[in-house]
């Protein structure tokens, strides 16, 4: 792991290859549509194929570690693999694991993903902050000491979320607001007051795409992480309507409408390179 923040690690790597963030979502029907079985050996082969095709050209990668843990051991040791292969070729790799716990158990997750040593090393981890912000401290500690991140989940996009993520704190603040707020104060004391105006902070949220426009400040002098384009309906042009001002620093995650024009390499790459240019379009690189 580089002791360059991964704030600044992502804000040149989204200036050089442009923003998108690929998701690696290794569904059943995504191995059928490329012909495979829904095995470890089919699971490696789809994989290392988009990992072939896109590493050298995108700048975010983002595999969600629930298909891979599905297979077991032989799973989790292609998501190392494959987490390896794209940081040898340059790319950032989001582990998409929401890990959330407290105190030594949060550090082993701390310990597992974002320690440089760690078995599944990573560049930045999807976190839950719903046993108090102050859970995430083990994680904020090892992301620091690594030069990794963390993505927080802050507005989700899922029916369920504003159950939690909108409800009232005690001190006033929504939950989401509350998370927000935690995140600025990091990327604050990380950053200082002289930092330009475009530097990004390594504490992220996860802020869907889809979501209904807002009233929460967004701009947490860090990255937004937005899931939820292509084919889960968000679209570029909408990025600027949900997250406003703070667009620059979004990270547009798009995995089925990438992953769905495999196997093909050409085929994907074509589809990333169609998919970046848009981004790149509405969010100014």
């Not at 912000?133 to 802050?154: C, H, K, T």
């Given at each position: 792991?580089?002791?360059?923040?991964?704030?600044?690690?992502?804000?040149?790597?989204?200036?050089?290859?442009?923003?998108?963030?690929?998701?690696?979502?290794?569904?059943?029907?995504?191995?059928?549509?490329?012909?495979?079985?829904?095995?470890?050996?089919?699971?490696?082969?789809?994989?290392?194929?988009?990992?072939?095709?896109?590493?050298?050209?995108?700048?975010?990668?983002?595999?969600?570690?629930?298909?891979?843990?599905?297979?077991?051991?032989?799973g989790i040791a292609v998501l190392?693999?494959?987490?390896?292969?794209?940081?040898?070729?340059?790319?950032?790799?989001?582990?998409?694991?929401?890990?959330?716990?407290?105190?030594?158990?949060?550090?082993?997750?701390?310990?597992?993903?974002?320690?440089?040593?760690?078995?599944?090393?990573?560049?930045?981890?999807?976190?839950?902050?719903?046993?108090?912000?102050?859970?995430?401290?083990?994680?904020?500690?090892?992301?620091?000491?690594?030069?990794?991140?963390?993505?927080?989940?802050?507005?989700?996009?899922?029916?369920?979320?504003?159950?939690?993520?909108?409800?009232?704190?005690?001190?006033?603040?929504?939950?989401?607001?509350?998370?927000?707020?935690?995140?600025?104060?990091?990327?604050?004391?990380?950053?200082?007051?002289?930092?330009?105006?475009?530097?990004?902070?390594?504490?992220?949220?996860?802020?869907?795409?889809?979501?209904?426009?807002?009233?929460?400040?967004?701009?947490?002098?860090?990255?937004?992480?937005?899931?939820?384009?292509?084919?889960?309906?968000?679209?570029?042009?909408?990025l600027t309507k949900v997250f406003?001002?703070?667009?620059?620093?979004?990270?547009?995650?798009?995995?089925?409408?990438?992953?769905?024009?495999?196997?093909?390499?050409?085929?994907?790459?074509?589809?990333?390179?169609?998919?970046?240019?848009?981004?790149?379009?509405?969010?100014?690189?």
């Amino acid at each position: 792991m580089s002791n360059e923040p991964f704030g600044a690690r992502l804000r040149a790597a989204m200036d050089t290859r442009g923003p998108l963030c690929v998701g690696i979502d290794p569904h059943a029907h995504l191995l059928d549509s490329w012909g495979l079985p829904d095995t470890p050996e089919g699971l490696a082969s789809f994989t290392y194929g988009v990992v072939d095709a896109l590493a050298d050209r995108v700048a975010v990668f983002k595999p969600q570690s629930a298909f891979f843990e599905r297979f077991g051991s032989a799973g989790i040791a292609v998501l190392e693999q494959a987490t390896i292969r794209l940081r040898d070729a340059g790319a950032l790799v989001i582990i998409d694991a929401k890990r959330g716990d407290i105190g030594s158990t949060m550090a082993g997750y701390a310990s597992a993903y974002l320690a440089e040593k760690g078995p599944l090393a990573c560049d930045a981890l999807t976190v839950s902050p719903y046993l108090g912000f102050g859970s995430l401290q083990p994680a904020i500690d090892e992301a620091r000491a690594a030069g990794a991140g963390l993505f927080v989940l802050a507005l989700t996009s899922n029916a369920e979320g504003p159950q939690f993520q909108s409800a009232r704190t005690v001190a006033g603040p929504t939950v989401a607001g509350a998370v927000l707020d935690g995140l600025r104060e990091l990327n604050g004391t990380d950053l200082g007051s002289d930092a330009p105006a475009d530097a990004l902070g390594s504490f992220g949220a996860v802020v869907g795409a889809t979501i209904a426009s807002t009233d929460e400040d967004l701009d947490v002098r860090g990255p937004l992480l937005a899931p939820g384009l292509g084919a889960q309906g968000g679209t570029a042009e909408g990025l600027t309507k949900v997250f406003g001002s703070a667009v620059r620093n979004v990270v547009p995650s798009s995995s089925r409408e990438i992953l769905g024009a495999g196997p093909s390499a050409a085929a994907l790459q074509d589809a990333a390179d169609r998919a970046n240019d848009g981004f790149r379009r509405v969010l100014g690189y």
